[in-house]
């Protein structure tokens, strides 16, 4: 039996900035980009839950791993380059020390990335990597004038569920949010219900929910009246529970 190199916790990474990822089993050290959340050590870089050093070994044989953006490209050992718009990717038979991923510059906010990765000693990967993924997550701000603000913005293909909350934490006063897609990223159209901003008022909410597979989607918001700003938070869900080509 092998041995499986992941988190310490066995969970995802959070909070990744775009820019390269780098998993280098030998020493078992996670590198994130500038500009991503720290680890709780207060640095971009944390141990592993293993590594090969200390199981006298020299190189994985299986990985499989998941990003949250399926534009990542991915550099597996020194023969390996995937970039095929795929959330996840199991790679077996293929001997490999170092990964990097190359996440890009889709979101904002910016680090809002996910990655989760579980590689073997093994040549097959003695783990079930999972069929359904998604990612979620929250951000909060404060209203301003109009125009509205970008709040929210996500590369999303490869999901098929699209699950957008926005709830107006303010006390007093009302806010406006707009709901868009893209398929380029650069043309943007408002959504169907979103032709004109909704309102919310203080202590209310408005959901999204969707099935419609486009490639972008973001979130707008602005005061309702000028000077009367209000609190908020934007909370997301993405899902793929279809697989995927090799799940």
């Not at 904002?108 to 040549?123: K, R, V």
């Amino acid at each position: 039996m092998g041995s499986l190199l992941t988190t310490v916790s066995g969970l995802e990474i959070t909070g990744i900035a775009s820019g390269a990822v780098f998993l280098d089993f030998v020493a078992g050290t996670i590198t994130l980009p500038e500009g991503s959340t720290n680890f709780a050590n207060g640095t971009l870089v944390t141990t592993m839950n293993k590594n090969l050093n200390d199981l006298g070994l020299q190189q994985c044989n299986s990985i499989g791993i998941w990003c949250s953006d399926a534009d990542a490209t991915y550099q597996v050992g020194s023969a390996i380059t995937l970039s095929d718009h795929q959330l996840s990717h199991v790679i077996n038979q293929y001997g490999f020390s170092t990964v990097r991923i190359d996440v890009p510059a889709n979101s904002t906010p910016d680090a809002t990335n996910q990655l989760f990765f579980m590689a073997s000693t093994d040549n097959w990967m003695g783990y079930g990597f999972p069929r359904i993924s998604h990612q979620r997550g929250e951000v909060d701000g404060t209203s301003t004038n109009a125009p509205a603000t970008v709040i929210l913005s996500k590369h999303v293909g490869a999901y098929n569920q699209f699950l957008i909350t926005t709830s107006n934490t303010g006390g007093a006063n009302s806010i406006d949010v707009t709901i868009e897609f893209s398929e380029n990223g650069t043309d943007w159209f408002a959504d169907a219900g979103y032709t004109t901003a909704v309102g919310i008022v203080a202590g209310s909410y408005n959901a999204f929910a969707s099935e419609v597979e486009h490639h972008f989607y973001r979130v707008l918001i602005n005061s309702t009246v000028n000077g009367s700003h209000s609190t908020f938070t934007v909370f997301w869900n993405f899902v793929n529970d279809k697989g995927s080509a090799y799940l």
